[in-house]
C-alpha cells in the first residue's frame, strides 16, 4: 500500500482539486460535473493527466463553494471524481458526495486502488466514508502493457473493474466512451478525457 501524502495546506473542509469540468458526457452515466483532484503516486505510464500527479497546492476550494458550482447546472444527473488520486482526500470527497446526493445527484469515482485495498486496514484514511457515498465505482491503475484501446470499453486496461453499488446503475453502464473530451481550463490547463484513440492524441 502507498503511504499518505502529505498534505497539511488543506484546510478541513476544503479540497485541493486540479480543475472542475461542469458538464462530460463519457465520465459516467448521463451528463454529469467531474472533479479532478491534485496529487497521485502511481504515476502511471500513459496518464492523461500527468499534471494531476504532484502533491502541491493548486486550487484549494471549500467543499461546499464546489457543491454550489456543480448544482448551478441543472442539466447534470451527478458527478465523477477523477484525478490524481481520489482517496487521497477522501474526507473531504465523501462530505461533497452527501452535499451532492441530498439534492438528487448520483456520485461515481475512479481510483488507482483496488475495492480490496479500499476495504482493508492499510486503506487512505477515511476511505470506508466515500465508499459509503458512491454509486459506482472504478477501480485499479491504468496499466498501459493492458490497454484495452477500444471505443466500447467502460475502463482503459484489462485490470480495471466496474463495481455497481447501486443497482439502479446496473443497467445504465453504457456512457459514451468512443467520445473524447478536451477541456481548457481559466489556467490554460488542458484535461483529456474519453477516449484517446477517437482523436489520435497523446496522452502527453
Known amino acids: 500500500m502507498l503511504q499518505p501524502p502529505v ?3 488543506i484546510p478541513p473542509g476544503h479540497l485541493n482539486i486540479m ?3 461542469h458538464e462530460s458526457a463519457v465520465n459516467g452515466p448521463g451528463r454529469r460535473a467531474v472533479v479532478w483532484v491534485q496529487g497521485c503516486q502511481r504515476e502511471c505510464g500513459g496518464c492523461f493527466n500527468p499534471q494531476s500527479w504532484d502533491f502541491v497546492p493548486n486550487q484549494i476550494v471549500a467543499v ?9 447546472n441543472p442539466r447534470n444527473e451527478g ?4 484525478g490524481g488520486e ?11 458526495a452527501r452535499l451532492l446526493k441530498a439534492k438528487g445527484l448520483n456520485v461515481m469515482s475512479f481510483t488507482g486502488f483496488t475495492l480490496a485495498e479500499l476495504r482493508s486496514p492499510a486503506a487512505p484514511p477515511h476511505s470506508q466514508e466515500l465508499l459509503a457515498e458512491l454509486d459506482i465505482l472504478i477501480d485499479g491503475p491504468y496499466v498501459q502493457s493492458l490497454a484495452i484501446n477500444s471505443p466500447d470499453s467502460l475502463v482503459s486496461s484489462r485490470n480495471q473493474r466496474v463495481h455497481v453499488f447501486n443497482p439502479a446503475f446496473s443497467n445504465r453502464l453504457d456512457w459514451a466512451s468512443d467520445q473524447a473530451e478536451i477541456h481548457i481550463l481559466k489556467d490554460g490547463t488542458r484535461i483529456v ?3 484517446l484513440g477517437t482523436l489520435n492524441l497523446s496522452p502527453n
Do not use: R
Open 79 to 82: 458527478v465523477t471524481f477523477s
Open 193 to 195: 478525457t474519453g477516449f
Open 86 to 96: 481520489p482517496f487521497w482526500q477522501a474526507k473531504a470527497l465523501a462530505e461533497l
Open 64 to 72: 461546499e463553494s464546489l457543491a454550489a458550482a456543480i448544482l448551478a
Open 7 to 9: 498534505q497539511d495546506f
Open 19 to 21: 480543475g472542475l469540468v
